[in-house]
């Protein structure tokens, strides 16, 4: 069942580049949402009239050092790392799978389906949205594509 929201991917997160492929193809971009992380947005700019999201990918790297954080409360100070030591420690303990932050959670797209575009964005691209296609959801849906948006979905 569609409710009219289409997503693709821009391969880019530049302003201009991504309203002159909407607009090539007759998007009205007064109707499109375009998430892309802050640093990709820095770098590219917002010479637009498009609704532009620019979310914050988490740092990288933690600059603080431990003596700025002992006594803070952070971490108890006697406690250790709780890493797992002896011959006995399975591979799993040292295994991890890191939580992907869920930019496009005020659309309507699946969980499942919203990891892919999450990752986009981390990765420097946008993510662009049609959020109210209504029963226009496939001829956007195609105009997406002749923009040169990749997997492009409609929900």
């Known amino acids: 069942m569609s409710q ?5 991917i821009f391969a880019g997160a530049d302003a201009a580049a991504i309203q002159g492929a909407l607009a090539a193809q007759a998007i009205d971009v007064s109707k499109v949402k375009v998430l892309r992380s802050a640093s990709a947005a ?3 700019g917002n010479g637009s009239e498009l609704d ?3 979310v914050i ?16 409360g952070v971490l108890d100070d006697a406690s250790g790392t709780g890493v797992p030591m002896g011959r006995s420690a399975p591979l799993t303990s040292f295994s991890s799978r890191e939580a992907t932050q869920n930019y496009l959670s005020d659309l ?9 575009f999450n990752e986009a964005i981390d990765a420097g691209r946008a993510v ?4 109210d296609a209504g029963s226009d959801a496939d001829k956007v849906a195609a105009a997406f594509r002749a923009a040169g948006l990749l997997n492009v979905r409609t929900y």
């Open 4 to 8: 009219g929201l289409v997503v693709g």
């Open 42 to 44: 820095a770098a590219a």
């Open 52 to 54: 532009f999201t620019d």
């Open 57 to 72: 990918v988490d740092m990288e790297s933690n600059s603080l050092s431990d003596d700025m954080m002992k006594g803070m």
């Open 108 to 116: 309507a797209v699946p969980e499942d389906e919203a990891e892919n």
């Open 128 to 131: 662009v949205a049609y959020p």
